[in-house]
């Protein structure tokens, strides 16, 4: 006869997927049955650490576990794939956002300059250390990156978690202080693109889960190990061997769209800036 | 090798074991330091099993339950023991610098010179 504290047990289990239920469920209603008197089961229900560990085998066994039917595993694979690059495209955007204004700030004169330095300062300290901590605490997204590329799972998971944290405070902010949310509709997406990666990489790069890893090409573009190399900018144009014929003119007018030596050129050294629009092939 | 998946492999290095064998056994190995829950549990199972360190040994259907017995591998014997000895290794140079710590008077020894000496 089932007790009441099975039925509850087993309640709990159907938050695993069903490929996984039906290979374990009954062994683990054994486990957890084992020891319990038949008399006081009805009194008894799952801990919340009970409801817990089965909650993170859940999500592990549907992101891939060992295992796992196709479709589990092409989800997982999906996930890692969105939570890597959109920990690259947030980790871009910071970098890019942090240096463009320190450089602005820096390139305008003192009047800038002093600006700059009293967003951090000015206002006494709890918002002083919130814009610290909103300045540092992003550049965490590249330390991520570069932790999943690695394989260093615990690193990524950490530095996501602190990288995503300063996108709260605006949430936070009317709470504990007197200023009223600006924006709200912004600052409720700006969080939502922040934590829903950080919460795919702390929940797809399990234990379990295989290594990150970066596609061969992008659209686009030449593939890593070529952007990488010396020689990349000669693989992102078609051969000239394909026209026969004179080579054609230099040119000084910048190439067709789809050429890939404008954003090839732009991650180049100032030789390339100053013609963006070439490469060695072109 | 984890904590959890070091002491499953031991709780199942003198014979095949069920679920429950298994987490009182990992309890009573690390004098209740380690108390795996069910879930944490089925997934070391998973992972040991995957990488070939236990197999299935037999199945049991008791007053109409499933209890399932595990066993090490061949592999998993291996690597329990390689395990051992590096943990093994680690312990016993702890134990030789804290021997050598405790001879030398108990304070650390000093590698450049300090601050009195090195500015004076």
């Known amino acids: 006869m089932t007790t009441l504290l099975e039925a509850r047990y087993r309640t709990v289990l159907r938050l695993l997927p069903s ?6 469920e009954e062994e683990m209603v054994e486990v957890y049955l084992w020891d319990v008197d038949q008399e006081t089961q009805d009194q008894s229900r799952p801990t919340l650490g009970e409801v817990a560990s ?3 085998l859940a999500v592990r066994s549907r992101l891939a576990a060992t295992g796992a039917p196709r479709r589990y595993a092409l ?3 999906a996930v890692r794939n969105f939570a890597l690059y959109a920990v690259l495209l947030q980790a871009a955007v910071i970098v890019s956002d942090e240096v463009l204004r320190v450089t602005w700030s820096a390139t305008r004169g003192p009047r800038e300059w002093d600006l700059f330095l009293t967003g951090f300062t000015g206002s006494g300290p709890l ?3 919130v814009a610290i901590a909103g300045w540092v605490l992003p550049l965490l997204w590249t330390v991520t990156f ?3 590329v690695h394989d260093r799972r615990r690193l990524a998971r950490a530095a996501v978690l602190l990288a995503a944290l300063p996108s709260l405070w605006p949430l936070i902010e009317p709470l504990v202080t007197e200023w009223p949310m600006s924006a709200p509709y912004f600052v409720t997406a700006n969080a939502l693109f922040a934590w829903l990666p950080a919460l795919a990489v702390c929940a797809a790069y399990h234990r379990d889960a295989p290594p990150a890893a970066l596609p061969p090409a992008l659209p686009g573009w030449p593939s890593w190990p070529a952007v990488s190399s010396p020689a990349a900018p000669s693989r992102c144009c078609p051969p000239r061997s394909i026209s026969p014929g004179p080579p054609p003119p230099a040119s000084s007018s910048p190439p067709s769209a789809g050429c890939c030596c404008v954003p090839a050129a732009r991650n180049r050294g100032p030789a390339a800036r100053r013609r963006p629009w070439r490469c060695s092939a072109c | 090798m984890t904590q959890a998946a070091f002491f499953v492999l031991t709780a199942l290095a003198d014979e095949p074991r ?3 064998g298994i987490l009182r056994e990992v ?3 690390s004098d209740g330091a380690v108390q795996l829950r069910v879930g944490t549990l089925y997934g070391v199972l998973d992972r040991l099993t995957a990488d070939e360190l236990i197999v299935l040994d037999r199945e049991e259907v008791q007053q109409g339950r499933l209890r399932r017995y595990y066993r090490l591998t061949d592999e998993g014997m291996r690597a329990l023991d390689a395990e051992a000895e590096r943990m093994a290794a680690g312990a016993s140079a702890a134990k030789r610098r804290i021997a050598e ?3 030398a008077g108990g304070t650390p020894p000093v590698t450049g010179p300090g601050l009195a000496g090195g500015l004076a």
Do not use: Q
């Not at chain 1, 490929?19 to 374990?24: G, I, L, S």
């Open chain 1, 54 to 56: 089965i909650a993170a």
């Open chain 1, 19 to 24: 490929y996984y239920r039906e290979a374990r």
């Open chain 1, 75 to 77: 989800f997982g694979s």
């Open chain 2, 27 to 29: 309890e009573d190995l």
């Open chain 1, 146 to 148: 570069f932790a999943l």
């Open chain 2, 101 to 103: 710590g405790r001879k």
């Open chain 2, 18 to 20: 069920h679920g429950y």
């Open chain 1, 127 to 129: 918002p002083t250390v």
